[in-house]
């Protein structure tokens, strides 16, 4: 199973935001869809670094759901996701008019909306390459198998961030005791296990070793039963 990329798109239009949901699946995609730069902004903010992939983003959109479609709502997202440092493109039935966007236009990222003019896939398939060249790609590639429960039935995508900084710290030259940061991600990560583990059959779990009442396992006791079962071959 190759690597599911999240990309949230950012269009006032309904029929647009329903669009790229519709054609998700087939092109391996996650999508998540906002009508205003508002709600898309504030839903990046929320997300851990690297949660989202790419964002596609129309260009006379509104800035707020009270507001009017407007010119300034390009000007405003273009200048937040160059803060959050996520790939994007832009989708919209006006690029003739948009000469302020020259700079977007000429790397490439710019597409129009409409009748024999791009398609909704000319966009999503231009994010997916540009996220195929990524950090956090190149480190997926490499170690694909356990990067594929999440988002899915087993992991929530979440916890993606925490094994691709688990990993990152491991293979980094500059760190002489990279176990020292790995603590919290490795122990957090292992709480989502047994968390979904006793959620898929609580038979697995003995109930005395779930604390139920903080909604977390116990992690110490956990690790020395499953030590000991391992050990014993089990």
Not at 77 to 101: C, H, Q, R, W
Request: proline share 5%.
């Amino acid at each position: 199973m190759k690597y599911k990329p999240l990309i949230v798109v950012d269009d006032d239009e309904p029929d647009t935001r329903e669009l790229f949901e519709d054609i998700a699946p087939g092109l391996n995609v996650e999508i998540r869809a906002f009508e205003s730069w508002d709600k898309t902004k504030e839903f990046l903010e929320n997300q851990s670094k690297g949660y989202v992939d790419g964002v596609i983003l129309d260009a006379r959109g509104l800035i707020n759901s009270d507001s009017s479609p407007h010119d300034s709502h390009i000007m405003e997202a273009v200048k937040g996701m160059n803060s959050f440092g996520i790939p994007y493109a832009i989708y919209s039935a006006y690029t003739d008019e948009l000469n302020f966007l020259r700079a977007e236009m000429k790397e490439g990222c710019v597409f129009t909306k409409g009748h024999n003019k791009h398609k909704p896939q000319d966009v999503i398939e231009y994010l997916k390459k540009k996220i195929a060249n990524s950090d956090k790609l190149k480190i997926i590639n490499k170690y694909p198998e356990p990067f594929q429960c999440f988002g899915g039935k087993y992991l929530d995508k979440k916890y993606e961030r925490l094994l691709l900084d688990i990993i990152t710290a491991l293979d980094s030259d500059k760190l002489t005791k990279p176990e020292d940061i790995l603590y919290n991600p490795c122990r957090i990560l292992l709480e989502g296990v047994f968390i979904k583990v006793n959620e898929t059959d609580e038979k697995v779990l003995p109930y005395a070793l779930v604390n139920f009442d903080k909604q977390r396992p116990n992690i110490k006791v956990l690790l020395f039963v499953f030590g000991r079962k391992a050990s014993s071959n089990w």
